[in-house]
Nanobody, 127 residues
Framework: VQLQASGGGLVQPGGSLRVSCDASGITLDYYAIGWFRQAPGKEREGVSSISSSSGKTYYADSVKGRFTISRDNAKNTVYLQMNTLKPEDTAVYYC?????????????????????WGQGTQVTVSS
């Protein structure tokens, strides 16, 4: 099982980025997916998650209204669209997968729910 996060980079405050999580070795149809981030000197925190059915999503208060999580099961990929980025969004962003079957409306927040993790992609918001 491999999760590959990509799409990070350097962006100015107020800008946008879309990070992707590509999966191999598993079929994402049966997994809830979460995005987490870790800033330098801080603990990893949950950013967003989406159920296997896409019927339920979760957003941390700090990103609500700015970030949108979506998934394309046909492509085995989950996306995190990040708009109106702020310097405090600077972090390494990780995606993770949690076996959900048959909980199709389960979008877990706790890290302990996730069995598979990607390697992370750096997002830097700076002028």
């Amino acid at each position: 099982v491999q999760l590959q996060a990509s799409g990070g980079g350097l962006v100015q405050p107020g800008g946008s980025l879309r990070v992707s999580c590509d999966a191999s070795g598993i079929t994402l149809d049966y997994y809830a997916i979460g995005w987490f981030r870790q800033a330098p000197g801080k603990e990893r925190e949950g950013v967003s998650s989406i159920s296997s059915s896409s019927g339920k999503t979760y957003y941390a208060d700090s990103v609500k209204g700015r970030f949108t999580i979506s998934r394309d099961n046909a492509k085995n990929t989950v996306y995190l669209q990040m708009n109106t980025l702020k310097p405090e969004d600077t972090a390494v962003y990780y995606c993770a997968a949690a076996s959900a079957n048959p909980r199709t409306f389960w979008a877990p927040v706790a890290e302990a729910s996730y069995a598979f993790w990607g390697q992370g992609t750096q997002v830097t918001v700076s002028s």
